[in-house]
């Protein structure tokens, strides 16, 4: 195959490694030829592991690469959330420079042996590097290659640290400092650490009359962390000057953000301050610039769906859209489907609020309403610079709406993201921003509804017993419940990441002439329904039937639970109190 596909100059100039991962990712079908031709030139210039460079120019997701090495080594691949944790015996071999430039990160001895994760190490050179220093033989395991980074990083900075200990101190310093003479800057620093470490997504700072309430929001639960003295609140002003506020005003709403370092990764952090009874309320929401992409199976997305959305996003014109409240990972599904796109041979822009994750090889914009650069005129450019595909942040008013869909009547895939509860929910709401049914008949191509469930913890899931009216309700038969009992990895929630519970409505030409001759909902719904349709709930009892997640989540999120159910809405509430997290 190579002599057919890789000239012998070309061949000559990098790793025979690097020309056999790229063979199998083209008998796969992951990689076309030209595709492998031109990563192999880039690769002789810049001599970065093919991997890498791969995903960098959107060639190929992360996820496939990892399993392919994986197979190809023989070794088993570890998904993120399953990454075990390291001892501090095997990280004494070691240190963190040397991990990091070497791309592995050891885990724990087992007999004569060092179980080892690797990313984007060298199987050869780590072996010899774990016999030198360690006196031991490997035993490999595979991740993704930024995953293994960061988590390298973690594992090092929290292992040298007590984190805990170093803000119990800080608090204390900060406490005993009537005089302002010292700063809240580490009090700050090690709470985003803490808060990254922890997988947080937003930081409450909450005022009452005897104390601060700190919470983070996990897996899109809030969860109390600590009281903090009434006097902490003067980090109120140093958030306010990171994040270029009027600090003398202490009365209305402001926003504002600022951009950090955190784990040697770059974040920004934008603030919102609320004006209360008891003072101001921050809000911190932590967003890494350098985003990694998930593939929609990653993100937990059904293989038979998968296969539905390729066909959709692959379409070359048309407007897709992905509904559901704030909070319920729309834009990470609109961008880890976009990757179904080949982002090197489609001219790819986005204009967002803000920018979330890095598309390779996209031209990808920021809303900026001081510059008068928003969602609709951002579209009215775009068409100039002959677009492909246009991702737009959010559809929010009329002329966003008119804008998109004349986008996608003239030959462009269009995707966006619009509030409303269900997917039978859109067209009514398009068409009071001005969109005619014959309109929106014609340009929509799908709509995608979903939210997101906390996923049991698969280090302490145990069986959970339901009662008769639970089983009924979930369509009977065989049902493997299940529930985290709580551990270290999971913060003793039981829960570890999430899951979407989602539903697709696809538009042919049935639905179409459905949405043109304004029926009503219910009978668009059948009409649906006999084309194969599932609705949410259905796919959300499917997951608590397969012990992905349980009963008082779907309760919690969708707010659907078992008539007749009392005991398992008292173990919800139950669980509620203990700890399980505030949810808003």
Avoid at 48 to 58: I, N, P, S, W
Avoid at 195 to 209: C, G, K, Q
Avoid at 365 to 387: I, M, Q, S
Wanted: charged content about 25%; hydrophobic content about 40%; some cysteine.
């Amino acid at each position: 195959m190579r002599e057919n596909t890789v000239p012998d100059s070309l061949a000559q100039q990098v790793p025979e490694t690097s020309l056999r991962l790229g063979e199998r990712l083209l008998q796969q079908g992951v990689l076309t030829p030209w595709q492998f031709q031109y990563a192999l030139q880039k690769q002789a210039v810049e001599h970065l592991h093919l991997g890498k460079l791969l995903v960098r120019h959107g060639l190929a997701r992360e996820h496939d690469i990892a399993v392919e090495l994986a197979t190809r080594k023989n070794i088993p691949f570890v998904a993120q959330d399953r990454f075990p944790k390291p001892d501090m015996e095997a990280l004494a071999y070691f240190n963190r420079e040397l991990c990091l430039a070497n791309g592995f990160l050891p885990i724990r001895r087992v007999e004569n042996s060092l179980e080892v994760l690797l990313g984007d190490g060298d199987e050869a050179k780590v072996s010899t590097l774990v016999l030198h220093r360690a006196g031991l033989a490997c035993r490999f395991m595979q991740g993704e290659f930024s995953r293994v980074s960061q988590y390298i990083r973690e594992a090092w900075h929290f292992a040298q640290y007590s984190v805990d200990a170093l803000l119990e101190q800080e608090i204390r310093r900060l406490a005993g400092d009537v005089d302002h003479a010292y700063s809240p800057e580490k009090f700050l620093d090690l709470l985003l650490h803490k808060a990254v470490h922890e997988r947080t997504t937003d930081i409450h700072f909450v005022p009452s009359a005897a104390s601060v309430h700190l919470f983070f929001r996990i897996d899109g639960v809030l969860r109390p962390i600590m009281a903090l003295p009434l006097i902490l609140m003067r980090l109120t002003t140093y958030i306010k000057l990171n994040a270029e506020m009027d600090i003398s005003e202490q009365r209305r709403p402001q926003d504002g953000s600022f951009h950090t370092t955190i784990l040697d990764l770059p974040f920004a952090v934008r603030v919102s301050i609320l004006y209360t009874e008891f003072g101001e309320r921050i809000v911190l929401r932590l967003l890494p610039e350098r985003g990694e992409l998930s593939g929609l199976a990653q993100l937990g997305f059904l293989p038979e769906d998968i296969s539905s959305l390729e066909r959709i996003f692959s379409k070359p014109s048309g407007m897709i859209l992905v509904v559901g409240p704030t909070g319920s990972g729309k834009s990470t599904t609109m961008h880890a489907a976009l990757q179904i796109q080949s982002l090197v041979e489609s001219n790819v822009l986005t204009v967002e609020d803000p920018i979330e994750y890095r598309l390779p090889g996209a031209a990808q914009t920021e809303v900026n309403r001081r510059a008068e650069y928003d969602f609709g005129n951002a579209l009215r450019y775009f068409l100039r610079h002959d677009p492909d595909v246009i991702l737009i942040g959010e559809i929010r008013d009329g002329e966003t709406a008119l804008a998109a869909v004349e986008a996608a009547a003239t030959g462009h895939l269009v995707l966006s993201t619009l509030h409303v509860s269900s997917v039978f929910g859109v067209i009514p709401r398009l068409r009071p921003l001005g969109l005619d049914a014959q309109m929106i008949a014609d340009n929509l191509i799908a709509v995608i509804s979903q939210r997101l469930v906390r996923r049991n913890c698969p280090f302490c899931s145990v069986e959970s017993p339901l009662s008769e009216a639970e089983k009924t309700w979930l369509g009977g038969g065989e049902i493997e419940s299940r529930r985290g009992a709580g551990c270290e990895a999971c913060g003793h929630s039981g829960y570890l990441g999430r899951l979407p519970v989602y539903e697709i409505l696809e538009i042919d030409d049935a639905m179409a002439d459905a949405i043109v001759d304004r029926r009503d909902r219910g009978i668009v719904r059948r009409q649906a329904e006999a084309n194969g349709f599932k609705s949410m709930l259905e796919q959300a009892k499917w997951r608590v039937r397969h012990g992905q997640t349980t009963l008082a989540e779907i309760a919690r999120v969708m707010g659907e639970f078992p008539r007749n159910g009392a005991r398992f809405l008292e173990r919800a509430e139950l669980a509620h109190v203990m700890g399980e997290g505030v949810s808003t």
